[in-house]
Structures are given as C-alpha cells and as structure tokens.
C-alpha cells in the first residue's frame, strides 16, 4: 500500500502560513492535497480563506491547539479521512498539508506522526516547513521559544514578507536562522513565488524513487567540520577520534567558542544547537538497538530531532532513522548507497544538552560496536 506523505506547515502567529497555504493549493503539485488546518480560538476563520483544492478537502480543527488539546483530533481526522475522502474505494486524496497554529509546538505533532501506529499504517512525514516573517522574525524569535522550536525542527524555513525588511535586517535573521538549524532549506518567498514543489517530497522515501540526495536531505553540507579529513574536522574545531568525526554548532549569534574540540552555548536561542557526527565503522545491529533505547530514554525533550544514514553490519543497503524527542520512526532502508561514502551519518538538533552527552552516548555506542564486533 502506498502510503502518504504528510506535510507540517508551522510557523509563529502571523507569519504568513495561510497565505503560503493559498498560493499553494492553486499549484498542480497540491491539486490532490487534502488540508487540514488548526486554529486556535472559538471562531476559526482561516479554512475560509484557504481556496479549496480539487478534493475540496479542507478539514478545519478549532477550538484548541494541535499539539496539546486536540492532538488526538489530528490522529482522529487522519485516520477518518483515509475513508472519508474515499469515492468507490479510491482515496481522493495523495498528500496531506497541516497547518498548525502559530503557538504550537512542533514536536507533539511529530510525535503524533511518528508514533501512533493507525496512523503510520497510511501515513509518513514528508517534511517540515516553518514559515518565519522577515520583519518580526527576530523579536518573534527573542520572546517566544515555540516559534525557536519551530524554526529548529525544519527541513525548510520559508523567510515571508521579504517586501516588508531591510537586507540588512534579511541578512542577519537568516544568519541567525542558519545557526539554529544550519541543515533547513532557506527560501526567500513572497505571497505569489511559493513553489509546491519546493515544499513537498523533501522525505526519504521519495527520495528512493527519484535518486536521493541524503547530504540534502541529513543536511550534512551544512556542517562545515563534519567532512571526512580529520585535519578538516581539526581546524573547525570539532572532535574526533579515530573513527568518530562531530561538529556543533550552537544557536547562538556569534557567541560560540570552541576549545579543545568542545563548544558551548550559553542561554540564547534556547540553548538550541545542531550536532553532526560520522562514524566510519559499520555498526553492530545489536549495538545500535541499545543506543537507541539510550537515546529515547535519557534525551527525551531534548532531543528535538535526529536523522540519520546507517552502515549496519551485514547489510548491503543503509538505514535511515528519524527521531524525534523519544520517539523513533521506524527506520527505512534506502535502496542503494548514495554515493561511495559507507560512513554512518548522524545529525542531531537538541536543546539544552552539552555536546558531551552526545558523545557520550556514542562511546558507549562504539564501546559495544566493538565488543560485538569481536564475538
Ligand atoms: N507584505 C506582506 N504581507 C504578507 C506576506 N505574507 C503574509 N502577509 C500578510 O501577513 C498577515 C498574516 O498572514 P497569515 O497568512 O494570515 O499568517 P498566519 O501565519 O496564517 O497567521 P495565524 O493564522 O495568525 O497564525 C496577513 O495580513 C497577510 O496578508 C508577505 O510576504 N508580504
């Protein structure tokens, strides 16, 4: 069964979802997208000015947030609508767009996403756009860690309102941006450039189908240290030692300092920051199930997202993980390496966690990585 790609269009109150929204479900590429949208407040207005798409299917939840009070509306409705939107047993719909309310936050949605297994049955997430407004994004930013959170989790940050913000201004919240989550595709994007196409198939299941580009898609690039030279990961500052490779970086603007291969962040931006790591041997199944159990258990919150490319020992095809906060989706293998590169690839956003916890939970990955390896 094919299964869904599902879309999470967040952003902070007022950043231009619903205008995203409209331009998009216009475009071909949505012309089978069923929308659901969360607002918050007695009276939702919002799905009234969302043109409808070919399915006419707009699905309006109100009357609370999506990821508290009616997170179990979003499981409700997804799974509903795999027959309610059904005409003679054929599914209308091919992809799903939620909007969430500016004050959600993300990861309760995911986790809903990732984790309930009705739904995982029909569905899986394609990505994460959060919209940010050019002219508010910064103090948006400073007073309100949701919309931080929002910004962390995305795999593209669609920067609204260019027309309304200086490029200086443009210049240093997209640096900032950068910071935080220095994987996310950024798009500049006034009301009538959005591209669909832009916005969907960013997951790895499609990316299967058209040729993955998984440095895109882990966001590797991004992390300058984290190339295979040591010398390289050396002189940015990162750790490493014979087979692990990691690079951090912080979210906040400018105040990073690297010693010694470590790197702090101090309180701005929510202790927010992005961890890569690349280990070049090939993982023990057994070892990598308890360092995950590891993971889940003891980073819980803080871990707000990791994704990752998997060498597993004995297996000719990578494994693709996705987490978010304790839960796991369940992991993918990709039909071939992208490339020559066989190096576990892992790329971390946490908050408030010292990089040292990271590393930690890989020695003891490693230490039993080779322990098994030897039995
Ligand atoms: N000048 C300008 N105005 C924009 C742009 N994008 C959105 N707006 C305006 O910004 C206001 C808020 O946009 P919405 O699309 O309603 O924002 P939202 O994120 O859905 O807002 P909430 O539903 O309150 O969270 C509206 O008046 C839009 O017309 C843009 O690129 N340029």
């Known amino acids: 069964m094919t299964k869904i790609p599902v879309t999470l269009l967040t952003g902070f109150l007022g950043s231009g979802k619903t205008t995203v929204l409209n331009t998009l479900v216009k475009q071909p590429a949505m012309s089978g997208a069923l929308v659901i949208i969360n607002e918050f407040g007695d009276v939702g207005l919002d799905h009234l000015l969302v043109a409808h798409s070919r399915i006419e299917g707009v699905v309006e939840l109100s009357?609370?947030?999506?990821c508290c009070t009616i997170r179990g509306d979003l499981a409700r409705t997804l799974k509903d609508a795999v027959w309610r939107f059904s005409r003679n047993g054929r599914r209308q719909f091919d992809r799903v767009m939620i909007e969430s309310t500016g004050l959600a936050d993300p990861a309760p949605i995911l986790q809903t996403l990732l984790d309930d297994p009705a739904l995982t049955?029909?569905?899986?997430?394609?990505?994460?756009v959060t919209t940010v407004d050019l002219a508010n994004g910064w103090q948006t930013l400073d007073r309100h860690p949701e919309a931080l959170r929002q910004s962390a989790v995305a795999d593209v940050l669609l920067l609204t309102k260019a027309d309304m913000a200086g490029e200086e201004s443009r210049q240093a919240l997209a640096e900032r941006l950068r910071r935080i989550n220095p994987g996310a595709r950024q798009i500049e994007a006034n009301p009538g450039s959005v591209r669909?196409?832009?916005?969907?198939?960013?997951?790895?299941?499609?990316?299967?189908?058209?040729?993955?580009?998984?440095?895109?898609?882990?966001?590797?690039r991004a992390f300058a240290g984290a190339g295979h030279a040591h010398e390289h990961a050396h002189a940015h500052g990162c750790?490493?030692?014979?087979d692990m490779q990691a690079c951090c970086g912080s979210g906040e603007p400018g105040h990073e300092h690297r010693e010694h291969g470590h790197s702090h962040a101090s309180n701005h931006d929510d202790g927010i920051r992005s961890c890569?790591?690349?280990?070049?041997?090939?993982?023990?199944?057994?070892?990598?199930r308890e360092w995950r159990e590891i993971l889940m258990a003891f980073l819980g919150d803080?871990?707000?997202?990791?994704?990752g490319i998997l060498n597993?020992?004995?297996e000719s095809?990578?494994?693709?993980i996705h987490g978010v906060q304790h839960v796991f989706h369940e992991p993918v293998h990709l039909d071939a390496w992208p490339g020559e590169d066989r190096s576990s690839r892992l790329v971390f956003i946490v908050q408030d966690l010292d990089r040292s916890v990271l590393e930690q939970t890989l020695g003891i990955l490693k230490r039993r990585n080779a322990s098994g390896a030897k039995t």
């Open 312 to 314: 597993i020992r004995g």
């Open 239 to 242: 750790a490493h030692d014979e």
């Open 63 to 66: 009357s609370g947030c999506l």
């Open 121 to 128: 049955k029909h569905y899986f997430l394609d990505g994460i």
């Open 276 to 288: 890569s790591f690349v280990l070049d041997q090939p993982l023990e199944p057994e070892a990598f």
């Open 302 to 307: 803080r871990m707000l997202r990791l994704k």
């Open 317 to 320: 095809r990578p494994l693709v």
């Open 196 to 220: 669909a196409r832009d916005l969907i198939d960013l997951g790895v299941a499609q990316a299967n189908a058209r040729g993955i580009d998984i440095q895109a898609w882990l966001h590797t």
